[in-house]
Every structure is written in C-alpha cells, then in structure tokens.
C-alpha cells in the first residue's frame, strides 16, 4: 500500500510535496484478509529478507550445515489488546506460535502457527482453540510421555486452562450460525482439536475428529461455487489456505489407515474423486515439481487416490467369503494395485529430477533438503505398502529389503542432521521430545522394524526409535519402539523352533500390529 504525505520543506524557492511513503496495512485496517492467506507476507510485520548465500559444491552425502533464522511473528499490539481477555490468554497463544518442537513439522508449521493464527485473531472458536494446544505446551513442558501427561493431568493448572478453552471453543462452535462461514471455522478448529487429542493420546478423538474433518471437508466442496472435478484440478494449484485445510485432512486420513487404524469402507473417502477426476488429477501432475511444497502435495493427492486398494481388501478381508458368496479375486486386487503402484510412480518421476539435484548441488537451505530427504522416505515405505498389498504378497516383501535399506539409511542422515542443527529456526539443536501433526519418522521406522525380512535392518530401524523420542499424529515412537522390540523377540522365537517357510509367514500374519479402538492402544498379537 502506497500513501502520499505532503513537505513543506523549500529548496531553491521549490516547493516540494507529496513525498511518498510506505504505509503499514495494520495502520488502517488492522483485520486485513490478505494476512491471512497462506504463505503470504505483509509490510505489517517486521519480517527480515534472508541473505542470499553462495555455498561451495561438497558431496553429495554431506548434509548442508548453515541454520534457519527465522523472524519472529510480530503481531499488531492493538489487536492484542482487544482480543485477549487476560495476559496468560496472550502468552498461551504466543506459546503455539512459537511451535518450537510443537506443531507441522517440515511442512505445515507455516499453516499452523502463522496463518491459522492469523484467523484466530478474527475468530474466537479458532482463537480458543490455539490458546488450548498453548496451554498443553506449558503443561508438558516439552515432555510428550505418557508419565507427563498424567502429571499433567494431576499437578497442573496449564491442563486446567487447555481443557476451559477446549470447551469454549466448542461451545462457540455450537452456538455459531450455520453458515459457509461457520463450516469454515469448524473446519479449522477440527485440525486443531486433532493436534490437542493426539497430544493427549486420546486416539479415539482424534480418529472421531478426522471422520468428522472429511465429512465437513466433503460438505464444503459440496457447497463450493465450482464444480467437485473443476475444484479439485484448482486445489492441486492453489496455495490458498481453505485448499490447504483440505489436502491436510487427505493426508490425515492417509496416515489413519496407514496401520488399518480404521477401514477405508467406513469413511467413503472415495468420495471425494471419482474415477474420471483421479485421471484427469493424475494427467495434470507436472513432469518435473519445482520445489518440495508442490511435491509434497502432489504425494498426499496420489496417496488418498490410493485408497482404492485399501478399500478393495476390506471389502474381501484374507479371503473370507463376501456378501455375495465370492472369494478374494485376486486378478481385481492385481489390477487395482497395478493403478495405485501405476499413479505412485507417475510421481515418482517428476520428483527424481528436483531429488538429483540436490544430491549434486546441495541446496543452502538446511530445511529445504530435509523436506526432499523426508519426501524420498515417504515415498519408499508407501511403495513398499502397495507393491506388497499391505503387506499381505510374500515374495513381494522380501523383494523390498533393498528399498527399507535405503530408508533406513535416509532416516539415519535425517535425525543426525536434526540433531546437530536447526532446521525448524525455533532455536534449539536437538530432535528429542517433539510433536507434529503430520505423519513424520516414526511410522516409517516402525513399518522398516516390523516388516523388513533381512534383521540387521530391522535391528537399526528399533534401536533409532528407541534413541530419537517423538510424536508424530497418532504414532508414538516409545510405543512403536517397545512394540518392534517384541516383534523381534517373537522372530527369534520363530527361528528357533526351525519352523517351515509357510508355518513362520502364517505366524507373522497372526501377530501384525493392530490398533484397539476401544483400549486405544497399539498393539501385537
């Protein structure tokens, strides 16, 4: 924004006036909309330009070592004043924002702690909402064990607080006006209500709140202006932050189902796309994706469109009769898995060239090259999940051991790195007691502990669990470490009992990991 100021100041007899200068937008209109779209920036917060820096080739395997400086996030002081009822209201609210170990990990902090924030300004339920997640990170302290928790829950008046805006951003959403606008707003607190609960290690609210975030967030493509195919081609570009909202909910029911957490028949996710829409999706994938954002993307899209495989193997679970008398016909599983593997590697492609060139070059953004590292590690295990039908294809696994080598190898690089950088800019230089709302490490090195045939391999995947302590969604890496620590004594056992091929594979199927909805807990059986 432009303005015009006069100066009456004379030089030579000339009058001089209508000196230009820049004005802020919070100086005027301080609830602008244009702060709030995503990863957009705004004269009204003070926010540094990084300095280009020129760094010199070095291996390929040789991590970038510069650290993240990030501006902090500068809020207009008469907007404070006006929406906070109290000073700890402020500091909670700063305290999300800040996201430090809390919050999107790699690629959703900016949507969590910067632009949902900035909603939150103008909506209570979302305001509340984010002074509650706040409040558990002053309860927690950056202890995101279950012994904290429950002292939390017995010692702290931060648990007290978080639960009383839970609850009042609840009730706000309730008495709202059934409206686009109110949709919008639940829409928001939904993801923030899932981070609260998984925080909590209630997994039955959280997997409640992502039943209830797609069904809204197939109400509002319903009600939306364009067509479901158009809208669908235009969120595969669009940063806006109501896409965003979208696609992460896609993501969030991809990570559910990831464990068979819960069926994908019970969701209808399916939904959203129909068949025609997945092709002409699949067809508008770009050859070559310019930076890790638009890849990232581009894989939660191909990852929810592969939900058909998951759907096909509810519908006949380990060949039981169907409804209609027929058993598993596996030329139907073939050639669903076939689409899925056929649409994953589609984007494989498109990724290897921005993947090449930063193992040639290196990238000087430290956080740049841990998203395509984490983006690489993603892929292998959702590979491995599909070209072995979860799983459930015998030869197929074993024909895997060099791809969870490979992750395993890449996790390594990523928690070292982590470990002695800041990738995040949050100030700390430890990858330890962290939470984010995405999937993560943790699912990844639990499907490498638990169904890698080679056992050195797996042996690696369990101690990194083991050493690195995080949350990521609904995976805990203390439990997934002590569920793989099991997992390789039962193997032992297996072995030495010198059972035949068939008796030890049907052993292995009969314990895999499971997750009891009404216990909400992971376990092995």
């Given at each position: 924004m432009l303005g015009w100021s006069c100066s009456r100041q004379r030089m030579n007899g000339v009058l001089?006036?209508?000196?230009?200068?820049?004005?802020?937008?919070?100086?005027?209109?301080?609830?602008?909309?244009?702060?709030?779209?995503?990863?957009?920036?705004?004269?009204?917060?003070?926010?540094?330009?990084?300095?280009?820096?020129?760094?010199?080739?070095?291996?390929?395997?040789?991590?970038?070592?510069?650290?993240?400086?990030?501006?902090?996030?500068?809020?207009?002081?008469?907007?404070?004043?006006?929406?906070?009822?109290?000073?700890?209201?402020?500091?909670?609210?700063?305290?999300?924002?800040?996201?430090?170990?809390?919050?999107?990990?790699?690629?959703?902090?900016?949507?969590?702690?910067?632009?949902?924030?900035?909603?939150?300004?103008?909506?209570?339920?979302?305001?509340?909402?984010?002074?509650?997640l706040g409040c558990m990170k002053f309860a927690l302290a950056g202890n995101f064990s279950s012994a904290a928790l429950t002292n939390a829950k017995t010692d702290s008046l931060h648990y007290m607080n978080a639960l009383r805006h839970y609850c009042k951003s609840l009730k706000l959403l309730q008495q709202s006006t059934p409206g686009k606008r109110s949709l919008w707003?639940?829409?928001?607190?939904?993801?923030?209500?899932?981070?609260?609960?998984?925080?909590?290690?209630?997994?039955?609210s959280v997997i409640k709140h992502i039943r209830c975030g797609l069904a809204m967030a197939r109400q509002y493509i319903t009600a939306a202006e364009k067509p479901a195919g158009e809208l669908a081609l235009t969120s595969l570009t669009s940063h806006s932050m109501e896409h965003e909202i979208i696609h992460m909910f896609h993501r969030l029911d991809c990570h559910a189902k990831a464990m068979d957490i819960f069926q994908p028949c019970e969701v209808g996710s399916a939904a959203f796309y129909t068949d025609a829409m997945a092709e002409q999706m699949?067809?508008?994938?770009?050859?070559?994706?310019?930076?890790?954002?638009?890849?990232?993307?581009?894989?939660?899209?191909?990852?929810?469109?592969?939900?058909?495989?998951?759907i096909h193997q509810a519908q006949h679970p380990d060949n039981t009769p169907a409804d209609n008398g027929a058993f598993l016909d596996e030329s139907s599983l073939f050639t669903t898995q076939d689409?899925?593997?056929?649409?994953?590697?589609?984007?494989?492609?498109?990724f290897q060239p921005l993947f090449d060139n930063i193992r040639t070059f290196n990238y000087t953004n430290p956080k740049e090259y841990l998203r395509l590292l984490y983006l690489r590690i993603e892929y292998l295990w959702t590979y491995c999940y599909v070209s072995t039908a979860k799983f459930r294809i015998r030869g197929a696994v074993y024909l895997c051991t060099a791809h969870f080598e490979e992750l395993v190898h890449l996790i390594e690089k990523v928690l070292a790195f982590i470990s002695l950088t800041d990738p995040y800019g949050e100030g700390t230089s430890?990858?330890?007691?962290?939470?984010?709302?995405?999937?993560?490490?943790?699912?990844?090195?639990?499907?490498?502990?638990?169904?890698c045939r080679d056992h050195d391999i797996q042996r690696?995947?369990?101690?990194?669990?083991?050493?690195?302590?995080?949350?990521?969604?609904?995976?805990?890496?203390?439990?997934?470490?002590?569920?793989?620590?099991?997992?390789?004594?039962?193997?032992?056992?297996?072995?030495?009992?010198?059972?035949?091929?068939?008796?030890?594979w049907n052993v292995m199927l009969s314990r895999r990991a499971s997750f009891d909805e009404i216990q909400c807990k992971l376990y092995a059986r």
């Open positions: 001089y006036f209508l000196r230009r200068r820049h004005v802020k937008c919070d100086e005027s209109k301080p609830y602008c909309q244009k702060c709030i779209k995503y990863a957009g920036s705004c004269e009204g917060y003070n926010s540094k330009p990084r300095a280009k820096r020129l760094s010199k080739s070095r291996d390929a395997t040789e991590p970038p070592k510069p650290a993240l400086e990030r501006a902090p996030l500068v809020f207009p002081k008469k907007i404070n004043e006006c929406v906070f009822a109290s000073q700890a209201e402020q500091e909670y609210f700063r305290a999300w924002c800040r996201g430090e170990g809390l919050g999107g990990g790699l690629f959703l902090q900016t949507l969590l702690t910067t632009s949902i924030a900035q909603l939150g300004f103008e909506e209570p339920p979302v305001r509340h909402a984010i002074i509650a707003n639940a829409m928001v607190c939904c993801i923030l209500f899932i981070a609260f609960e998984a925080i909590c290690n209630n997994k039955t699949c067809q508008a994938m770009p050859s070559t994706f310019k930076n890790a954002d638009e890849a990232h993307r581009w894989l939660g899209v191909m990852r929810f469109l592969m939900n058909s495989l998951g689409r899925c593997l056929a649409r994953l590697l589609l984007w494989s492609r498109s430890s990858c330890g007691e962290a939470f984010a709302i995405e999937e993560g490490l943790v699912l990844a090195l639990f499907i490498a502990a638990v169904k690696r995947a369990v101690d990194l669990l083991g050493k690195y302590q995080t949350r990521n969604g609904l995976f805990d890496s203390r439990e997934c470490h002590a569920l793989a620590e099991w997992n390789l004594l039962l193997e032992e056992k297996c072995v030495s009992e010198q059972l035949d091929e068939d008796e030890y």
